[in-house]
């Protein structure tokens, strides 16, 4: 029997559950807090200045490019507190302060070179940074590649005096620094880090800071490049704000004794690890409570060496950031081998249930096309999730969950699992070749198991709808509306085709791999795992929409609207196979980035031709009220603030930051600011 939910409450955890309603509400629409806009991760402002009648008068105020830094991937979002405009930038992952009026550099740090943080999968991936105010004056927390933890003066970028200890690393700040890896309980070298016989461990998001306490999450080697099963667990860490003194550490695999150690059979939770929190944290502080979204343990696509559930891999974990106690966990998935992890950070919202009033909720969307939503003092499920067979694996030394949980409300916002009647059908043509070009491949339901090499079906992969790269995923956080309880999801339909081979021959594809032992079998290609054939003619295996936004109204579980974004491309447009057929729009395929304002939800993607393209919709219809042409899609989550009484848009554009403001917020030439 499966425990989907376990929760310690106390009588006053329950009255504090009824009185609680107020946490949850659209921050100061001057700043921009953490990544996500707030604690809530809600990625909203109330800011209300640009308008659909004034969209199309949005201007480029000015641009910043991280080039020089080595910005690549433009996926972190600046944060704006008193007056300054915080990011991280590149594989050295500086930390830059900016003038947001102008976006001219203030200050910037960067933290020595160690091959610990060279070997970092994750370098150019630091999404944000975390920021406090101690005593009076605000910090900046960031951590680095190399996992380190470092404090600086939000005003001038120097390492805070007494905080941390001092690393034995020439060129080191001998104060402001915290060595994350001295607290994990493994033995390394402060300069190179752990032995890749042992493990790996980096970070691709900033750390949060609730009520003077740091909870650090962390990343591990990405699963589908894994061919060995040993690798070190991503505990949770937790630090004093003030001096950097270690407060907590939480065990993402339980060690014994502690609550679900006998999901981790075979004596596993001794020599492997991952269950990571790479995706971004969100709290609740006015209730002390963190929540961690989970990643997979070690492997994607196989867990033979793992019998078990394998807690707390793809899960929410809620914790008391006092104590680092556990409040309520959920596991969206036992012994998780689809890569089916949890991308985003989990969003907050105070919500208005009919028949139950208000209720303080937190939602987790999946690549499963699932939203999660629980009460996040209690764990208990918003509507009920329910336990139901899925297949069972045909992989030698595989042993699969007979059951997973099924969300029954909200209803899933794109494809799940793959049968015929999800492949391209615009002539009876289309829809056989689509069905020919899938004739060795496996198709099943959403929980379809990887299969491997010359298995007895004679398939040549197991179709994965959504993939890992499927449903909602990292460069599109989903949004919030506060005032309204409405929940925005950027999606895309995306299958992979997943094909296991024995460990032998996999770790030949993935040189300066973790762990000694090889693994009975692992994923058979490089990058994510190998893509479905495309259709014949040219177009997406899939019926449209190939992308989308979802608008689901949480008071109710009720989906409000779905659009397609951006426009269907010429490539498919101009198409030979569907010359004369009206196949509306498609979207473009890709997963976009949006923010919510007090009067619209805008979001980046592309027109017909590529032309890059900002759109403001209407937040209770869905209707397009306004689109103008930008420099550049926006490649991560976008956000929007107030600075000197005005109100930007910022896209994460690349290696540059774009800021799109009105015309009223330009700096005149020579003017003062």
Not at 651 to 660: C, E, F, I
Request: proline share 8%; charged share 15%.
């Amino acid at each position: 029997m499966h425990t989907l939910i376990t929760r310690r409450i106390s009588l006053a955890a329950a009255v504090l559950m009824v009185f609680s309603s107020s946490l949850v509400v659209a921050q100061d629409a001057t700043e921009w807090l953490t990544l996500g806009g707030d604690y809530a991760h809600t990625r909203s402002t109330l800011a209300a200045e640009i308008t659909a009648e004034n969209f199309a008068q949005l201007e480029v105020a000015w641009e910043w490019d991280g080039a020089s830094f080595g910005a690549v991937s433009g996926r972190s979002t600046p944060s704006l507190i008193d007056g300054k405009l915080y990011t991280v930038a590149g594989n050295k992952r500086h930390v830059i302060a900016l003038d947001p009026k102008t976006g001219e550099t203030i200050w910037s740090y960067r933290e020595p070179d160690t091959p610990r943080g060279e070997y970092s999968m994750r370098a150019d991936y630091g999404k944000g940074v975390g920021y406090a105010k101690i005593d009076g004056r605000g910090v900046i927390y960031i951590i680095s590649p190399g996992f380190f933890l470092t404090a600086l003066d939000a005003d001038t970028g120097v390492p805070i005096e007494g905080f941390g200890r001092p690393v034995p690393i020439d060129g080191f700040p001998q104060t402001g620094v915290v060595d994350l890896l001295a607290d994990l309980g493994h033995p390394y070298d402060p300069y190179e880090g752990l032995p890749l016989e042992t493990g790996y461990i980096t970070s691709s998001s900033p750390p949060i800071v609730v009520n003077d306490v740091i909870i650090v999450g962390n990343s591990a080697e990405q699963g589908y490049l894994q061919s060995r099963i040993e690798n070190v667990p991503g505990d949770i860490l937790a630090y004093d704000a003030r001096t950097g003194a270690l407060k907590w550490k939480f065990n993402v695999i339980p060690q014994p004794g502690e609550y679900g150690h006998e999901t981790w059979e075979n004596d596993a939770w001794e020599w492997t690890g991952d269950v990571s929190s790479w995706a971004p944290l969100a709290a609740d502080p006015e209730n002390n409570l963190v929540f961690i979204p989970t990643n997979s343990a070690t492997i994607d696509y196989y867990g033979g060496f793992r019998p078990g559930d394998n807690l707390y891999g793809a899960s929410i974990i809620a914790l008391d950031t006092r104590t680092g106690e556990r409040a309520w966990h959920f596991q969206m998935v036992h012994h998780e081998v689809w890569n089916f992890d949890n991308p985003t950070a989990p969003v907050l919202l105070d919500l208005n249930m009919p028949g139950r009033g208000s209720v303080p909720a937190v939602m987790q969307v999946t690549k499963q096309s699932w939203v999660y939503a629980f009460n996040r003092i209690t764990g208990e499920p918003l509507w009920p999730i329910v336990e139901r067979p899925v297949p069972a694996s045909i992989v030698p030394g595989e042993m699969l969950s007979p059951t997973q949980p099924h969300v029954t409300k909200p209803a899933p916002y794109d494809i799940q699992g793959i049968t015929i009647d999800d492949l391209a059908d615009f002539t009876p043509e289309i829809r056989r070749q689509a069905i020919e070009a899938l004739a060795d491949y496996q198709m099943g339901p959403l929980f379809n198991p990887p299969i491997h090499a010359g298995n007895s079906t004679g398939k040549f992969a197991a179709m994965n709808c959504p993939g890992g790269g499927g449903g909602a995923n990292i460069t599109a956080p989903a949004v919030a509306d506060p005032a309204t309880g409405m929940l925005y999801i950027s999606s895309h339909s995306s299958c992979f085709a997943l094909r296991l081979i024995p460990g032998e021959e996999a770790d030949l594809l993935y040189p300066n791999t973790t762990g000694v032992t090889l693994s009975q079998w692992a994923n058979a290609g490089p990058g994510a795992t190998a893509r479905p054939p495309r259709h014949p003619a040219g177009i997406p295996i899939l019926k449209p929409p190939y992308s989308r936004i979802t608008a689901i109204d949480m008071n109710t579980g009720e989906h409000a609207w779905m659009i397609p974004t951006g426009e269907t491309s010429d490539r498919i447009l101009n198409n030979p196979a569907l010359a004369g057929i009206d196949i509306g729009n498609t979207g473009t395929g890709a997963l976009v980035p949006m923010v919510v304002t007090g009067n619209m939800l805008v979001y980046s993607d592309s027109a017909h031709d590529g032309t890059p393209m900002l759109y403001a919709i209407d937040k209770a219809s869905g209707e397009t009220m306004a689109q103008i042409e930008v420099p550049a899609r926006s490649s991560y989550g976008m956000s929007s603030w107030v600075h000197d009484g005005h109100q930007y848009i910022i896209l994460q554009t690349g290696s540059k930051l774009t800021a799109m403001a009105l015309p009223g917020a330009m700096v005149e030439a020579g003017a003062a600011h």
